[in-house]
């Protein structure tokens, strides 16, 4: 495994690190996310990355990954870095979302209880609040990591200007920004936007979430959409990303990852490590073998100047 220090900070990430987003809930079968939390520990992956809402059911996947902690990596808990959000929709009435002071430490709080933790390693805010005010919203991270909730906060979500003075705030309260996680990969890069050169100004780290377009960067839709698969279903994901103009790039991409000897999920992945801005990949996985084949990409992260002009005429068509 590769260790990359987390912008300016102290702390360091593996080069690709376990989101729990999907595939973790309580619908899903335990043993097979105890299967894949512990390999995934086993080949150097020390990352391992919550939110209040993840699920589903909402809550079920930081129970789960509690029961892990308890069970089988309580002896090795130094060696993780353990990060959860709160942001997004978690329980009804007006206080159970966005970026309010209440809704931000109620949350911590309870993403503590259910992963049996005394204090998070992260705590993100998960989206920017378009109505409380920025420095209530960091005025509460600031609060959560002086008051032994957190070690360090992040930002996800956020634009380049919603991360300047995010980060602006918190430099100023004393407790600096450590990271950003924003949606970024090769058919998604509103991040190049602005926001990566803010993320490099700031020096703070950066984790793209979603890093292979939630399974369209791989090799499973470049003969189509399967019968029965998530994407053929109606879904936020079929409706802006899989249709044929993307597959069509992603053939052509595939094109140049076996050049490489490698598999398209491993060059979209080594596409996203090859700048120096990008601490960590989010990756997801369904089984052990993604995660295995993923950290493959790890064996190659040098690309020639011919062949990031390739695919960068491919991904601007």
């Known amino acids: 495994m590769i260790y990359n220090r987390c912008g300016r900070s102290g702390l360091k990430l593996p080069a690709l690190s376990l989101g729990l987003w999907q595939n973790f809930g309580s619908v899903d079968p335990f043993e097979n996310q105890r299967t894949m ?3 995934a520990f086993d080949l150097g992956i020390t990352h391992f990355d919550l939110a209040n809402n993840y699920g589903p059911v909402p809550g079920s996947a ?10 089988d990596l309580a002896p090795y808990r130094n060696e993780l870095v353990i990060s959860s959000k ?3 929709w978690m329980w009804p009435g007006p206080y159970g979302e966005w970026g309010s002071r209440k809704y931000l430490i109620s949350s911590c709080d309870a993403s503590l209880k259910r992963l049996g933790l005394d204090c998070l390693d992260i ?3 998960h989206r920017p609040d378009p109505e409380t005010p920025l420095e209530e919203t960091m005025g509460a991270l600031d609060f959560i990591v002086r008051s032994g909730r957190a070690h360090y906060v992040g930002i996800s979500n956020y634009d380049h200007e919603q991360t300047a003075r995010a980060c602006a705030i918190l430099k100023e309260l004393g407790t600096p920004c450590l990271i950003h ?3 970024y ?3 998604d890069r509103w991040a190049e936007d602005h926001l990566l050169d803010e993320i490099g100004k700031q020096q703070i780290g950066c984790i793209p979430f979603c890093p292979l ?4 960067l791989t090799n499973k839709y470049i003969d189509g959409i399967p019968a029965g698969s998530r994407a053929s279903k109606v879904c936020e994901m079929k409706d802006s990303l899989i249709h044929e103009y993307n597959i069509e790039r992603v053939r052509k991409l595939n094109v140049i990852a076996r050049e490489r000897g490698q598999s398209m999920a491993q060059m979209a992945l080594a596409w996203l490590l090859k700048d120096t801005r990008i601490t960590s990949a989010l990756i997801g996985a369904s ?3 993604q995660i295995e084949d993923s950290l493959a990409a790890l064996n190659n992260l040098v690309f020639s100047t011919d062949e990031l002009a390739r695919i960068r005429g491919i991904i601007t068509s």
């Open 37 to 39: 939390v512990r390999r």
């Open 62 to 71: 930081e129970e789960n990954f509690g029961r892990l902690l308890k069970t």
């Open 86 to 88: 709160a942001g997004y």
């Open 123 to 125: 705590f993100y805010s």
């Open 181 to 183: 996680q924003p949606r």
């Open 185 to 187: 990969n090769m058919l």
């Open 213 to 216: 377009a939630q399974g369209l």
């Open 287 to 289: 089984k052990v073998s």
